[in-house]
């Protein structure tokens, strides 16, 4: 089965060139057909492949620009277009690395959400150091949440973790600064107790923050203020960890010999710890698959968004979600 999917050429911090390359490796992925959505004049000079088709629009949508109904009405923008191409169902899911506020907000305008979701989430994987991953949301999609809507975090992040990771049992957890159900805000206090009685998922309590890289979760929940900003410490922290380790491992001689043997051992844990090869996130609570990947996401970490989505619909998880949540 071959799976279609349109690419926002013009969004992110790198971009056209991260996208751009990114859709040339993508490229040799068989049965996937990639429309890559931006200026032709400027996306053309980059490709010499016939695998993927340029989809034309005049205009981008910058990455410091809010929110707003001329924005979100104009049709020939690169973001719009990727959108309109998944609604129109000429393509199998949408990705982009740019605006996420505007991207999120013309994905439920134009193709919705699931019936009995009231808003979607942004869900990404999170590395353990046992190997395994924790499914991560909200990053950013919606940083003012009612319980309701962790609750329903919980529960799409869980069927996501059984359907497309085929976690059998998946905990679900919901991130705190305290283990005891009366810790936290409000909004926290109130989602513990929907997430404790809600029979569909494995809720295990609680995660502090020093546990969220520990293997404690296959599902976290939080708000997408936080999770975002957990998210962007977690990368800065992954590359401070890395400059670090090569400054001070090659000092002496003795260190640069180690380096020499351990460069295996260090590109092995370089590439757990690393944001990109895992990727972007789904935005749960959506009618059809939408891809949101990190605004300075490189070719790399928006190939494995690609791949990503690719599994996501060979999986036919959106089919499955609303067929539970129906």
Known sequence: ??????????????????????????????????????????????????????????????????????????????????????????????????????????????????????????????????????????????????????????????LYAKKVFGIENPRVALLNIGKEASKGDELRKKAYELLQNEKSINFVGNIEGQELFLDKADVIVTDG?????????????????????RREITKSFIGKIASFILQKNFRYFSKKIDYAEYGGGILLGLNKPVIISHGRSSPRAILNAIKLGKKIIEEGFIQFLKKELE
């Not at 971009?15 to 751009?20: I, K, L, M, N, R």
């Not at 005049?58 to 104009?74: A, D, N, T, W, Y």
């Not at 900003?229 to 670090?244: H, N, P």
């Open 225 to 245: 203020f936080t999770g975002n900003s957990i998210l962007k410490v977690s990368e800065g922290l992954t590359r401070s960890i890395k400059t670090i380790f």
């Open 1 to 158: 089965m071959e799976v279609k999917i349109a690419l926002d050429g013009m969004g992110g911090d790198n971009a056209p060139f991260a996208p751009v390359k990114a859709a040339i490796m993508a490229s040799q992925i068989p049965d996937l057909k990639i429309f890559l959505v931006g200026k032709e004049n400027i996306l053309k000079n980059y490709l010499k492949n016939g695998n993927i088709e340029i989809i034309h629009c005049e205009k981008e949508v910058g990455m410091e620009e809010e929110v707003s109904l001329s924005i979100l009405k104009q049709e020939n923008n690169s973001m719009y277009k990727t959108i309109s191409l998944l609604k129109e169902e000429k393509v199998d899911f949408a990705l982009s690395a740019g605006n996420t506020a505007i991207f999120v907000t013309l994905a439920i305008r134009l193709i919705g959400l699931i019936k009995n979701i009231e808003r979607p989430g942004i869900a990404v994987l999170l590395p353990s150091t046992s190997g395994n991953f924790s499914i991560f949301v909200d990053v950013g999609a919606n940083i003012n949440p009612k319980p309701s809507h962790l609750l329903q975090y919980g529960i799409m992040g869980s």
